[in-house]
């Protein structure tokens, strides 16, 4: 920005200036307060009976607290109790919408007893044993032609069923598989 413009632009917030303080000084005053003003203008309150009141002094200095157990610091109000009577449950009207399947499971005798992968990169492979049987499946391979391994973790095995796409785990077991007889 150049200097010219600078002292124009200063000029100009200037003027403004000038124009917003003559308005302020020019505008409405506030009245002033003369003392006989205030008597001419005073009314009294409407009460109709200004002595004290002494019952109503006496029933407040005796009333007692009773809490409603909410907490005076918090913004969160309590729920009402609920003192309509209760009513007799029954059954649900509408559809009956039927529980999710539960997941599937590898066949009985089935145990995933660890893992490995190759050293040349390849994904991890799977080691599962059927008593006498050991598999040996990849992440996307198919296992006894019903199941697709879909991910092996370190303490389990994700698995999908081929025919419902349902998914299933099954976690690593500890204890050994027996290598086959030969």
């Not at 198919?142 to 092996?152: E, Y």
């Amino acid at each position: 920005m150049s200097e010219k413009s600078k002292a124009i632009w200063l000029a100009g917030l200037l003027a403004i200036a000038a124009i917003v303080w003559y308005f302020e000084r020019r505008g409405p005053s506030a009245p002033s307060l003369d003392s006989s003003d205030a008597a001419f203008s005073y009314r009294p309150l409407g009460v109709e009976n200004p002595a004290l009141q002494r019952e109503k002094l006496d029933h407040s200095r005796t009333a007692e607290y009773r809490s409603s157990g909410r907490d005076l610091f918090s913004g969160i109000a309590i729920p009402p109790a609920d003192t309509a009577p209760k009513e007799e449950a029954h059954a649900p009207v509408g559809p009956v919408v039927p529980l999710p399947p539960p997941p599937p499971a590898l066949p009985v005798g089935m145990k995933f007893f660890g893992y490995g992968t190759v050293p040349n990169g390849t994904a991890k492979r799977a080691f599962l044993s059927d008593g006498e049987q050991i598999y040996i499946v990849a992440e996307g391979e198919t296992l006894l032609g019903k199941f697709r391994v879909v991910k092996i973790g370190n303490a389990n095995l994700d698995f999908e069923e081929i025919a419902t796409g349902r998914r299933g785990s099954t976690s690593l077991t500890d204890e050994p598989a027996t290598a086959p007889a030969s």
